[in-house]
């Protein structure tokens, strides 16, 4: 028998996920609304059980990436439970799907041209203080080097070495890091950008601060992303494509590829400095993006197994 709470149990799971290097912000959000709905409608369970997880769980019905992550951070917290154990109900292997993922949109040389003209005409604003500054550069970074939305966002002053050109990466995506090395012209842009914020916000931590110095939310970068897209592109509203701030990390991928298509480099000498890059744990991660291009995957797989030309690095994603 369990002498601990449900909302208790979840803060001593989060706590030993945090002692094992994970920063595990997205877990303890969907536990801790677990721990809450079943304050209000079962106060008296202890542990997760078959009923409280379903009926939690058809609130995400409508969203299948949302119910994905929620059945996933259940699941890992009714093992840890078990592990323990405290009985506690684990939803069976292969009970949900993966949810589909949105087709990724690949930008032309001149829709990014006139998106990042736009970006620069942005206004400076009292109630919105630097984010004239902020726009422009974050969404820069995430062209050029194919960041996660996440990492642009939250990323720290003291984690960026432009004198040394790169960025350090902190514990993005589960424990691990990684150094980011961004090209010359990047690094004189943000320089000449961390000088200007640096008016507004002489004592911030974040390298991208809001208006009171913090890092901008996940909603603030898409709903911004859609203002200057749609500002320069007011024809494609209501179109019913989508685009989000993230295909710009899907766009990188593709720019590679292109690129070492046209060099005749050998693409699968290349994948694991891309897959470093990028952040990804398993190479597999990586080749999830060459199948969103089917017509060029064949002509991949034909270098690949001709090209002879090794080279030993990693494209920065320097506008040509």
């Known amino acids: 028998m369990c002498s601990k709470s449900l909302p208790e149990m979840i803060d001593q799971f989060v706590s030993y ?24 409608t079962a106060p008296e369970t202890v542990a997760p059980d078959k009923a409280s997880v379903e009926e939690f769980l058809e609130k995400f019905r409508d969203t299948p990436g949302s119910l994905y992550n929620a059945a996933a951070f259940l699941r890992e917290f009714s093992r840890y439970l078990t592990a323990r154990g405290i009985a506690a109900y684990l939803i069976p292997s292969g009970r949900l799907r993966l949810p589909t993922p949105v087709q990724p949109y690949f930008f032309t040389e001149g829709e990014i041209a006139a998106f990042f003209r736009e970006c620069d005409r942005i206004k400076a604003d009292t109630h919105l203080k630097g984010r004239h500054l902020v726009l422009p550069a974050v969404f820069r970074l995430l062209y050029c080097c194919g960041l996660r939305c996440k ?90 494509i989508s685009i989000r701030a993230y295909d710009f990390r899907h766009h990188f991928v593709y720019a590679n590829m292109n690129r070492w298509l046209r060099e005749g480099k050998d693409v699968n000498a290349m994948l694991p400095y891309l897959m470093r890059y990028m952040g990804h744990s398993d190479v597999k991660n990586t080749l999830y993006y060459f199948h969103l291009v089917p017509d060029i995957y064949g002509g991949i797989l034909d270098r690949s197994r001709h090209s002879e030309e090794l080279i030993p690095e990693v494209d920065d994603g320097r506008k040509k």
């Not at 996920?17 to 721990?35: P, R, V």
């Not at 691990?176 to 961390?194: F, G, N, P, Q, W």
Request: with cysteine; net charge positive; glycine share 8%.
């Open 17 to 40: 996920k945090k002692a094992n290097g994970y920063q595990y912000q997205t877990g303890a959000y969907y536990l801790k609304k677990y721990a809450r709905f079943v304050m209000e």
């Open 151 to 240: 990492e642009a966002r939250t990323l720290t002053r003291r984690n960026v070495h432009l004198d040394e050109g790169c960025l350090d990466i902190i514990q993005s995506k589960g424990p691990k890091s990684r150094r980011v090395h961004i090209s010359k012209e990047l690094a004189e842009y943000l320089t000449v950008y961390d000088r200007r914020i640096s008016l507004l916000f002489p004592d911030r931590a974040a390298f991208f601060p809001n208006r009171e110095g913090l890092p901008y939310g996940a909603s603030w970068l898409q709903q911004n992303f859609l203002r200057v897209w749609y500002a320069a592109f007011p024809e494609k509203k209501g179109s019913g």
